[in-house]
């Protein structure tokens, strides 16, 4: 066979492993499922005493199906063919009378985690690449090959709907936890622990009592429960599909078949094409910096405020030796106890949390400089402060290590005239708040280096981030869209619209957020700041002035268009929303974004689109504004 390998062993066990021909990443195309399925009818020939599936690939297990399949089916018979394909060979993997096993090394999901639910064993690789989830919903469809009714009756209702309803995934040992996992075994006895376990013909750990009445007769509560709960995140017109996971989970067993007009619906719908064209975007951007081989092991951060704390805490948690620098300790501190807060949630494996925080070390007098891989300006936003600080910098530096600066307003031409090698200097711009914001917007002055452009995009690539290449302009590319975005929005309240209504014109929209939520999250006075940058001389909206000059600032101040207690915004109820609203608010976006391209600070409509979707929320059901402006 073209893709699967067979190796039947004198213990009678079976091993099948998939090592998709022509690829780096497994996935289950229709040809692949067709070869599993040869590999079920040679062992109804010759059974054997068990079989194990495992991957032939070092990225991981099954990522899922294969994405471009999705891009042909333009009919409802397609898209059932589709479905039915995966729900009857895994039905029939479920069905067969010796024990099957999967090995799970790696990332394992969609309709990898589908294959590997209709085993009858599961066993999970401890180390920190693997991980399982059915993200289906993310590109606006659901998990058809038996997930809607397998991982309810392993883990539970409630944590498969979590999981699917979000499309987040967990690591091996939280998958053991739940039940997901029957075992949880580091690399070395895999192999081992696998042939174990399938000839071992112990049964599954069966649910609870209660997670079987839930999956049972008390389903129409669990589903009553979870659309309340999906209601306030997302809205049907929006996104159908997790609409449609509780249905079919809840009426039709798990069986989309049995509700051909869901999968038609759902599969066709505008929001699966343009969430499917987000993730071919996302692909593209993970692309940039590929070409090079710069990898950093040690990173200095200079600037140890809300940004520069964050990018080194971030880069710790990468597993990066990171220095950060400030004028003395007390100010580095509260950068580490936000660190460690980052840690503990993300990590949630203590020694883990304590080897991050380890690696990030406070430097107040810049002794890391000389071994950084990557030095990052992350202090206020003065080009006289900077240019003093690039003078002591450059001539501390190793060669070949990257010289970047977090700047979102200045221009990096003016910043690097102080500069002996000027062409070393690059943006690497973060978004607020880091952990949460995937884009990073990737500077390039006129004159670069380009072999330091991309090195920054694999550096990039590095922490997990999505890299942006954009042009050296005043506020690049997601600040440039941003501000008469947020401008647009406050002429609207100098009208007489109160803020909630504004930001609901925008929440029924799409946004994730309201734009006036969007500038007391920001802080009013960047946002006069960047508006007199950014606005092309406007007049600043009164309602802005006012608030700045009786110190609301927003969020950080307590107050400001809203009030804030504890982080948390307090909103009236909004007003009837005027016709037209959102359409005026949005076309002041879009059409700075064109502009944008226009101009070449960003390379293309896709990348433009794929910036703003990852940059600032834009509704990725919308598959971007270019994308939402063309389909009109």
């Given at each position: 066979?073209?893709?699967?390998?067979?190796?039947?062993?004198?213990?009678?066990?079976?091993?099948?492993?998939?090592?998709?021909?022509?690829?780096?990443?497994?996935?289950?195309?229709?040809?692949?499922?067709?070869?599993?399925?040869?590999?079920?009818?040679?062992?109804?020939?010759?059974?054997?005493?068990?079989?194990?599936?495992?991957?032939?690939?070092?990225?991981?297990f099954?990522?899922?199906?294969?994405?471009?399949?999705?891009?042909?089916l333009?009919?409802?018979?397609?898209?059932?063919?589709?479905?039915?394909?995966?729900?009857?060979?895994?039905?029939?993997?479920?069905?067969?009378?010796?024990?099957?096993?999967?090995?799970?090394r790696?990332?394992?999901l969609?309709?990898?985690?589908?294959?590997?639910?209709?085993?009858?064993?599961?066993?999970?690789?401890?180390?920190?690449?693997?991980?399982?989830?059915?993200?289906?919903?993310?590109?606006?469809?659901?998990?058809?090959?038996?997930?809607?009714?397998?991982?309810?009756?392993?883990?539970?209702?409630?944590?498969?709907l979590?999981?699917?309803?979000t499309?987040?995934?967990?690591?091996?040992?939280?998958?053991?936890?739940?039940?997901?996992?029957?075992?949880?075994?580091?690399?070395?006895?895999?192999?081992?622990?696998?042939?174990q376990?399938?000839?071992?013909?112990?049964?599954?750990?069966?649910?609870?009592?209660?997670?079987?009445?839930?999956?049972?007769?008390?389903?129409?509560?669990?589903?009553?429960?979870?659309?309340?709960?999906?209601?306030?995140?997302?809205?049907?017109?929006?996104?159908?599909?997790?609409?449609?996971?509780i249905?079919?989970?809840?009426k039709?067993?798990?069986n989309?078949?049995?509700?051909?007009?869901?999968?038609?619906?759902?599969?066709?719908?505008?929001?699966?094409?343009?969430?499917?064209?987000?993730?071919?975007?996302?692909?593209?951007?993970?692309?940039?910096?590929?070409?090079?081989?710069?990898?950093?092991?040690?990173?200095?951060?200079?600037?140890?405020?809300?940004?520069?704390?964050?990018?080194?805490?971030?880069?710790?948690?990468?597993g990066?030796t990171?220095?950060?620098?400030?004028?003395?300790?007390?100010?580095?501190?509260?950068?580490?106890?936000?660190?460690?807060?980052?840690?503990?949630?993300?990590?949630?494996?203590?020694?883990?949390?304590?080897?991050?925080?380890?690696?990030?070390?406070?430097?107040?007098?810049?002794?890391?400089?000389a071994?950084?891989?990557?030095?990052?300006?992350?202090?206020?936003?003065?080009?006289?402060?900077?240019?003093?600080?690039?003078?002591?910098?450059?001539?501390?530096?190793?060669?070949?290590?990257i010289?970047?600066?977090?700047?979102?307003s200045l221009?990096?031409?003016?910043?690097?005239?102080?500069?002996?090698?000027?062409?070393?200097?690059?943006?690497?711009?973060?978004?607020?708040?880091?952990?949460?914001?995937?884009l990073?917007e990737?500077?390039?002055?006129?004159?670069?280096?380009?072999?330091v452009?991309?090195?920054?995009?694999?550096?990039?690539?590095?922490?997990?981030?999505?890299?942006?290449?954009?042009?050296?302009?005043?506020?690049?590319?997601?600040?440039?869209?941003?501000?008469?975005?947020?401008l647009?929005?406050?002429?609207?309240?100098?009208?007489?619209?109160?803020?909630?209504?504004v930001?609901?014109?925008?929440?029924?929209?799409?946004?994730?957020?309201?734009?006036i939520?969007?500038?007391?999250?920001?802080?009013?006075?960047?946002?006069?700041?960047?508006?007199?940058?950014?606005?092309?001389?406007?007049?600043?909206?009164?309602?802005?002035?006012?608030?700045?000059?009786?110190?609301?600032?927003?969020?950080?101040?307590?107050?400001?268009?809203?009030?804030?207690?504890?982080?948390?915004?307090?909103?009236?109820?909004?007003?009837?929303?005027?016709?037209?609203?959102?359409?005026?608010?949005?076309?002041?976006?879009?059409?700075?974004?064109?502009?944008?391209?226009?101009?070449?600070?960003?390379?293309?409509?896709?990348?433009?689109?794929?910036?703003?979707?990852?940059?600032t929320?834009?509704?990725?059901?919308t598959?971007?504004?270019?994308?939402?402006?063309?389909k009109?």
């Amino acid at each position: 066979m073209k893709h699967w390998q067979l190796l039947r062993e004198d213990s009678g066990l079976v091993v099948a492993t998939l090592d998709k021909n022509g690829e780096s990443t497994n996935s289950l195309s229709a040809e692949v499922l067709a070869e599993f399925n040869e590999v079920l009818d040679q062992l109804d020939v010759y059974p054997p005493k068990g079989l194990i599936i495992r991957s032939g690939k070092e990225a991981g297990f099954i990522a899922g199906a294969d994405i471009q399949e999705f891009t042909q089916l333009d009919s409802a018979d397609k898209a059932k063919a589709l479905v039915e394909r995966g729900w009857k060979l895994f039905n029939r993997l479920a069905a067969v009378n010796y024990p099957t096993l999967a090995i799970i090394r790696g990332h394992c999901l969609g309709g990898g985690l589908e294959l590997a639910l209709a085993c009858r064993y599961l066993l999970a690789v401890d180390e920190p690449a693997t991980k399982m989830g059915l993200p289906e919903v993310m590109l606006g469809i659901f998990p058809g090959w038996g997930g809607m009714l397998r991982l309810p009756q392993r883990v539970g209702p409630s944590a498969a709907l979590d999981m699917m309803l979000t499309g987040k995934t967990i690591d091996a040992k939280r998958a053991k936890r739940m039940g997901l996992a029957d075992e949880c075994v580091p690399p070395r006895v895999m192999d081992a622990a696998a042939r174990q376990l399938v000839l071992s013909g112990q049964p599954r750990r069966p649910l609870a009592l209660l997670q079987r009445l839930l999956n049972g007769p008390l389903k129409s509560l669990v589903a009553n429960g979870a659309r309340k709960q999906l209601a306030r995140k997302a809205r049907p017109e929006h996104y159908p599909a997790p609409y449609a996971i509780i249905d079919i989970w809840a009426k039709h067993q798990g069986n989309a078949l049995a509700a051909p007009a869901l999968i038609d619906s759902i599969i066709n719908s505008s929001t699966a094409r343009n969430l499917v064209r987000v993730f071919f975007l996302q692909e593209r951007l993970k692309n940039f910096g590929k070409e090079s081989a710069f990898k950093a092991g040690r990173v200095h951060v200079i600037g140890a405020g809300v940004m520069g704390g964050d990018i080194a805490a971030w880069c710790a948690l990468r597993g990066m030796t990171v220095t950060l620098q400030d004028q003395g300790i007390e100010r580095i501190s509260p950068a580490l106890q936000r660190a460690h807060k980052l840690f503990s949630r993300r990590l949630r494996d203590p020694l883990l949390a304590r080897a991050a925080f380890d690696r990030l070390i406070p430097d107040v007098n810049g002794d890391g400089v000389a071994h950084a891989d990557v030095v990052i300006e992350a202090i206020f936003e003065n080009l006289d402060a900077k240019h003093a600080l690039f003078r002591l910098l450059e001539p501390r530096m190793k060669p070949g290590a990257i010289l970047a600066t977090n700047t979102s307003s200045l221009r990096i031409e003016e910043l690097r005239t102080v500069l002996k090698q000027p062409e070393r200097l690059v943006g690497i711009h973060f978004f607020n708040p880091v952990a949460m914001m995937p884009l990073v917007e990737v500077v390039e002055a006129e004159g670069a280096d380009h072999a330091v452009v991309q090195a920054a995009c694999g550096f990039v690539r590095q922490i997990d981030k999505l890299p942006l290449p954009v042009r050296s302009e005043p506020g690049f590319l997601v600040n440039a869209v941003l501000a008469p975005y947020m401008l647009a929005a406050m002429r609207a309240v100098d009208e007489g619209i109160s803020p909630e209504t504004v930001d609901e014109a925008m929440l029924a929209f799409g946004m994730p957020m309201g734009p006036i939520e969007l500038v007391d999250t920001v802080g009013l006075d960047i946002a006069l700041a960047a508006g007199k940058q950014l606005a092309g001389g406007a007049e600043a909206p009164r309602c802005l002035l006012q608030r700045v000059e009786q110190g609301q600032l927003g969020k950080k101040s307590g107050q400001g268009f809203y009030g804030w207690t504890e982080g948390r915004v307090g909103k009236g109820a909004a007003g009837s929303v005027p016709a037209g609203l959102a359409e005026r608010l949005v076309t002041s976006l879009i059409d700075r974004v064109e502009q944008l391209v226009a101009d070449g600070v960003v390379a293309d409509a896709d990348l433009a689109d794929a910036g703003v979707i990852f940059g600032t929320g834009f509704a990725p059901f919308t598959g971007g504004p270019i994308n939402f402006r063309n389909k009109q």
